[in-house]
């Protein structure tokens, strides 16, 4: 059963744009009818809001006679049968002026952006512009909306540069008409910042619940934000090809953008790429100073890189962090691995393994240890003294705090811990 046949009946999950004309055209093809109203009926509305970029034939087939042929039977077969149903948008929209097929388009352009296919949104509303601003307006509503709408996705798109002439300008006619600019303003101030302009990108570590939360003063864009999150995901099942590839598009789609960055160097780190690793993490300083436990890798992967301690303890860290054994085999992988390596964070883990034990004075020890070979790892040192603090007597406790906060490029967790007033 051809895919068009099997959509006539309707499905719990609709074609996409693209496999739904090319159902229409099939069913032009074959002169069949019913199967046509019955595309038309189940698809009404999607076939409406995709009629302002059909009604374009796309750029490769335009070279092809043949094809445009093909693509103007079915538009305005399509078209004639929706109507035959008692629905004439799609004749509408395909036969209005020019302000409708702007105002459709600015439609299409937005339901575009929520699917992340930002640059098919440019698409439809780039060209419009271009023609609005040679066109006389009694009311410039619409002008003002397509203006502040391509400004808006040309720094969705990471094209901030593009972006912020068009949303002074947005700001600016809004304001004018004495509507409320609020919403330029802070797209205007967020891409500024992401292109490294006015106030410095802030990174401040706040505390909810007790639990540190990591927050920028210039947001991940959001398809990188997205990307990322499904490169994550990847990594929790071990899906490392796939989370690699995600996270190269996400840090290829937000320059700005720690987290991925973060990510797809514990990815790299894993499968023994350090150089590559170390690069990323020294990226992710730039961008966000003291982001998570940035500092601490960056740190374990030039030791790794200049071959004092081998690959195989990230193996070992990744199992120790990965919360899926209890403390008595972390104290035991933690204190194996620590004989053989002499590596600040195997000891930081075994200390805590000992804690939960509540082998304080064992604890203690590991800290101890821990700061005996933290080196060149001043994050790593300013946890260990925290930790070292949490395990110690009461009156020991906030001269280890005072000092675990006053590490030069230290952890900003243990920072805001300290500012909080942590008790023991």
């Known amino acids: 059963m051809s895919g068009w046949q099997t959509w006539r009946g309707g499905s719990a999950r609709p074609p996409s744009d693209d496999a739904l004309f090319?159902?229409?055209?099939?069913?032009?093809?074959?002169?069949?009818?019913?199967?046509?109203?019955?595309?038309?009926?189940?698809?009404?509305?999607?076939?409406?809001?995709?009629?302002?970029?059909?009604?374009?034939?796309?750029?490769?087939?335009?070279?092809?006679?043949?094809?445009?042929?093909?693509?103007?039977?079915?538009?305005?077969?399509?078209?004639q049968h929706l109507a035959a149903l008692g629905d004439a948008r799609m004749l509408r929209r395909l036969s209005g002026g020019p302000l409708e097929r702007w105002a459709a388009h600015r439609e299409q352009a937005v339901a575009l952006a929520r699917d992340d296919r930002l640059e098919e949104a440019l698409g439809l509303v780039e060209p419009d512009l271009a023609q609005m601003r040679a066109h006389t307006f009694d009311d410039p509503s619409p002008l003002d909306a397509t203006v502040g709408l391509v400004g808006q996705l040309r720094y969705l798109a990471g094209r901030a540069e593009q972006a912020v002439p068009l949303l002074e300008e947005a700001r600016e006619r809004v304001a004018a008409r004495g509507g409320d600019p609020s919403h330029y303003d802070v797209l205007l101030e967020q891409a500024l910042r992401w292109l490294g302009r006015g106030d410095a990108p802030a990174l401040q570590v706040q505390l909810c619940e007790g639990e540190p939360v990591f927050v920028r003063s210039v947001a991940t864009l959001p398809r990188a934000a997205a990307l990322a999150a499904r490169g994550c995901e990847g990594v929790r099942w071990g899906d490392l090809p796939g989370a690699r590839a995600a996270l190269e598009r996400a840090a290829r789609a937000d320059r700005n953008d720690p987290a991925s960055r973060y990510q797809l160097a514990f990815v790299l780190l894993q499968s023994g790429e350090v150089a590559a690793a170390v690069a990323l993490q020294e990226q992710v300083e730039?961008?966000?100073?003291?982001?998570?436990?940035?500092?601490?890798?960056?740190?374990?992967?030039?030791?790794?890189?200049?071959?004092?301690?081998?690959?195989?303890?990230?193996?070992?860290?990744?199992?120790?962090?990965?919360?899926?054994?209890?403390?008595?085999?972390?104290?035991?992988?933690?204190?194996?691995?620590a004989a053989q390596w002499p590596v600040a964070q195997l000891y930081r883990h075994l200390g805590l393994a000992q804690a939960d034990l509540g082998r304080v004075d064992d604890a203690r020890a590991a800290f101890r240890a821990g700061l005996a070979v933290v080196g060149a790892d001043p994050h790593t040192r300013s946890q260990l003294l925290a930790d070292r603090a949490e395990v110690s007597p009461p009156e020991e406790q906030a001269g280890l705090w005072a000092e675990a906060a006053a590490v030069e490029g230290g952890s900003l967790v243990v920072q805001a811990l300290a500012r909080s007033g942590p008790t023991g």
């Open 286 to 337: 730039r961008i966000a100073p003291g982001w998570y436990d940035n500092r601490a890798w960056l740190a374990l992967s030039r030791r790794i890189a200049a071959a004092e301690v081998p690959h195989a303890v990230v193996a070992v860290l990744h199992q120790l962090e990965g919360g899926r054994i209890g403390p008595v085999q972390r104290a035991a992988l933690a204190a194996g691995a």
């Open 22 to 79: 090319e159902a229409l055209s099939a069913a032009v093809d074959q002169g069949d009818g019913d199967g046509l109203n019955a595309l038309c009926a189940t698809h009404a509305e999607q076939i409406v809001a995709a009629t302002p970029r059909w009604a374009r034939v796309p750029e490769p087939l335009r070279s092809d006679p043949a094809a445009v042929r093909r693509w103007g039977r079915t538009v305005a077969a399509t078209a």
